[in-house]
């Protein structure tokens, strides 16, 4: 059984919308952060499918997609490790609460 | 041995500011620094004497013209330097005695200063440029000289006339020594001198130099036409009227020919013309003199006829007749004047009809006055030579038409001179004065030294010779020296005679009279252009003046306009404009809200609007 493109676009619709949902509605800096992982991901879904069903032959897609999950890695490190830092310092990681710099 | 020569124009020249700066607390206010520094600088000069200096300096170079500056001293100069240095102390002396009842003597020692130090470094001077700077100078300080009673009726009016007046013939120096420096590109006078002698210049320029040059003389010595400063400038204090009237600023005309006599010597015309003029002014001076009723007028005419005697003996040919006439005319012309000052302070006039018999009262002075005048007349004790009996020699050298006229002018001084003396001194003695009588050392000392020099002139002619670059004195013949003797005897006979008859009545009719009032007219005439040129100047200015001051306030106005439009306007304007930023920023903060959802709903917004915008739009 093929599974169809239209398949695949739509769950990285539905992952791109959970992902959209969770960065604008949660509280916590560390689903916030989840949320840009998934959003991440559903883009490299996206290019996936594309590739597989589009240009089978061109293997740069793939290269793209390592890259965007490379990219994924490092910036949940970096986010991570921030958010480290200001839990230490504030004992909290409730973004709504980081209102310093308000204008 | 160069600082003695610099020392002797700059010592008193150094004593004026001082007599300003210290003379109100010094016990003579400033007299003794004058009679100090003219001691010093005559004793520098008698060190000095027989010796030749040369001090030169350039002053500026520019293009191919060199100014220079500098002292000389050689037999001329050091002749006459000795002279200014002599008489200049023997006044300085008596103007201590004469002034202790003036205010402001300070003032006075210091103008007199400046005047003793200008005319030794005019005398002096080795370049034309420092001579000339020299000769405003005296100018000035005879200006401020005879002005120095400035509250005094015509003191001012004379200080003015005298100082156009002699103007006019500076612009004549000026233009000489410009054309000069314009030829031979320096104003160095030896240059001039010598390059005039290699015959470098055209007679043409020649005669042009020597006329300008003696333009100046004319001014300076009031000759021919102008000559009607000098009577006037008679308001003067006496010992100034002694010193730079007659002794020495009005000899300064005679003393630039005889500096420049090889110049002269070269363009006959040149001295032609200073023959006639000289003739002219000693003629006629002589003449007016006899009719004058003011005492020191009487000495101011005699003054501008003795030097038409220098100048007429220069236009002959006769430069050492000049020079001697110099000299001796200066110590007795002095002395008289001196003693003309001590009847004015005694009786408080100088009217020969208001005066007689002071011979009673004043026996020095009237001894002083009659050595003057025996001197003046032309006698000398021991029969030695007078100046006068040279200057005849002189003319007889070229034609005995001039030595006639000569015997005619001395005629004329004996009249005038026994004619004021007899009016002043003789007669019965006057009622008791209230004057100070002659109590007064210093002034008896000063008057009584130049009355004896002038008296021993003949000395000095006999000395001279030797010291002077013109050769020796001619020989005069016997006959020509008896007829002198006897023009000079019935000069003072037919004088004395008509003064004891008629006292002060002019001694030849009325025509002196009518001369003198003719020139005056005469030479007022060009002052008067003078003064509407300088009125007409004066209004110009004034326009100039209210246009300048117009255009002033129309700036002053539209800045002020220009303020008022910035700190209303403009700055209101920006005021507002701030404003209007200020709070469209206070606006724009409240989207700052800090909530993070809302920057990243905002974003996924924008991003979907974007390529929702861009599909629909077929971007």
Known sequence: MIVPLTAYLVVGAILFAIAVYTVVAQRSAVMVLMGIELLLNAVGLNIVAFWRFVRPDDYSAQIFTIFIITIGAVEMAIGLGIMMMIYRQRRTVQVDKFTELRG | ?619
């Open chain 2, 1 to 619: 041995m160069s600082g003695l020569l610099i020392a002797v124009p700059v010592l008193p020249l150094l004593a004026g500011p001082l007599s300003l700066l210290f003379g109100s607390r010094l016990p003579w206010r400033g007299g003794e620094l004058i009679v100090a520094a003219t001691a010093l600088s005559l004793a520098a000069l008698m060190l000095l004497m027989g010796e030749h200096q040369v001090l030169d300096g350039t002053w500026f170079e520019s293009g191919g013209f060199r100014l220079t500056v500098g002292l000389e001293l050689d037999g001329l100069t050091w002749f006459a330097a000795a002279v200014v240095a002599g008489v200049s102390f023997f006044v300085g002396l008596y103007s201590v005695g004469y002034m202790t009842d003036e205010r402001d003597r300070p003032r006075f020692f210091a103008e007199l200063a400046l005047f003793i130090g200008a005319m030794l470094t005019l005398v002096l001077a080795s370049s034309l440029v420092l001579l000339f700077a020299a000769w405003e100078t005296v100018s000035i300080a005879s200006y401020l000289l005879i002005g120095f009673r400035y509250e005094e009726e015509g003191a001012r009016a004379a200080a003015t006339k005298a100082f156009l007046m002699t103007r006019l013939g500076d612009v004549g120096f000026l233009l000489g020594w410009l054309l000069v420096l314009l030829v031979l590109g320096t104003t160095d006078i030896r240059t001039l001198l010598s390059s005039v002698e290699q015959a470098r210049l055209s007679p043409r320029m020649l005669t042009a130099i020597a006329l300008l040059m003696f333009l100046a003389a004319i001014g300076k010595s009031a000759q021919l036409p102008l000559t009607a400063w000098l009577p006037d400038a008679m308001v003067a204090p006496t010992p100034v009227s002694a010193l730079i009237h007659s002794a020495t600023m009005v000899a300064a005309g005679v003393y630039l020919l005889l500096r420049l006599y090889p110049l002269f010597a070269t363009a006959p015309g040149a001295l032609d013309a200073v023959f006639w003029v000289g003739s002219a002014t000693a003629l006629f001076s002589a003449l007016v003199a006899t009719g004058e009723m003011d005492l020191k007028r009487v000495l101011a005419w005699s003054t501008s006829s003795h030097l038409g005697e220098m100048m007429l003996a220069i236009g002959l040919g006769g430069p050492l007749a000049a020079a001697l006439q110099f000299a001796t005319h200066a110590s007795f012309k002095s002395a008289l004047f001196l003693s003309a000052g001590m009847v004015d302070k005694h009786t408080g006039t100088r009217d020969l009809r208001r005066l007689r018999g002071l011979g009673h009262v004043l026996p020095v002075t009237t001894l002083a006055f009659l050595l003057g005048a025996l001197s003046l007349a032309g006698f000398q004790p021991f029969f030695f030579t007078s100046s006068d009996e040279v200057i005849v020699a002189t003319a007889l050298s070229s034609g005995s038409a001039a030595a006639y006229l000569m015997l005619g002018v001395i005629f004329l001084s004996g009249v005038y001179i026994a004619r004021a003396g007899i009016a002043v001194f003789a007669g019965d003695k006057p009622e008791a004065g209230s004057g100070p009588g002659e109590r007064n050392l210093p002034m008896l000392i000063g008057m009584m030294a130049l009355a004896i020099a002038a008296a021993l002139g003949s000395l000095v002619i006999a000395a001279v010779p030797q010291v002077l670059p013109f050769g020796t004195e001619p020989e005069t013949p016997w006959a020509w020296r008896l007829f002198v003797i006897l023009a000079a005897i019935a000069g003072l006979a037919v004088g004395g005679w008509h003064a004891w008859r008629y006292h002060a009545a002019p001694a030849i009719a009325w025509l002196p009279g009518a001369m003198e009032r003719a020139l005056a007219a005469a030479t007022a005439f060009p002052v008067q252009i003078v003064f509407a040129f300088a009125r007409g100047v004066a209004r110009l200015e004034h326009w100039v003046d209210a246009i300048a001051r117009g255009t002033a306030t129309a700036v002053w106005a539209l800045a002020m306009d220009t303020d008022r439009l910035e700190r209303r306007d403009f700055g209101a304007g920006g005021d507002r404009l701030a404003q209007a930023f200020a709070s469209l920023g206070e606006r724009l903060r409240r989207l700052e809200t800090g909530k993070l959802y809302l920057y990243t709903l905002g974003l996924f917004v924008w991003s979907l609007v974007v390529v929702v915008g861009g599909l629909a739009f077929g971007f």
